[in-house]
């Protein structure tokens, strides 16, 4: 259950960057637009900006995506092989706490009522 909702969160981490891209995207139009609106850039200029502000985005995207997935690739590698290594000494640790109440067992009661009949022997 861990494992999934690390990588749900992982995932909101993604789609905020990729939702941040867009929203760049977006104020450089408006930004441009302003631009345009006031004479200050033509409108030629404003769409080449705006498209070349459009395609580094998108160009770096796959890039992104690779690093998220090695990223999730990563984490879900180290979880298994944590757990397998915890199942392991789980296991470990049971047979030793099986092996020391077997030993331990029958050795209390013998003592115990040995200890009781010298001490009454003793009066």
């Not at 345009?36 to 498209?51: R, Y």
């Not at 990563?74 to 944590?82: D, Y």
Request: glycine residues 4%; positive net charge.
């Amino acid at each position: 259950m861990a494992t999934n909702n690390i990588q749900e969160n992982l995932k909101k981490y993604f789609y905020s960057g990729v939702g941040l891209a867009a929203h760049t995207a977006e104020v450089v139009q408006k930004s441009v637009n302003e631009l345009v609106k006031n004479g200050k850039v033509s409108e030629a200029d404003g769409k080449k900006i705006v498209g070349d502000a459009i395609k580094k985005v998108e160009a770096r995207r796959p890039e992104i995506e690779a690093k998220y997935n090695e990223a999730v690739h990563k984490f879900v590698k180290l979880t298994s092989t944590e757990v397998s290594k915890l199942q392991k000494r789980i296991e470990s640790l049971e047979k030793q706490l099986t092996i020391k109440k077997s030993q331990s067992s029958p050795a209390k009661p013998a003592t115990k009522p040995a200890a009781r009949k010298s001490a009454a022997r003793k009066r």
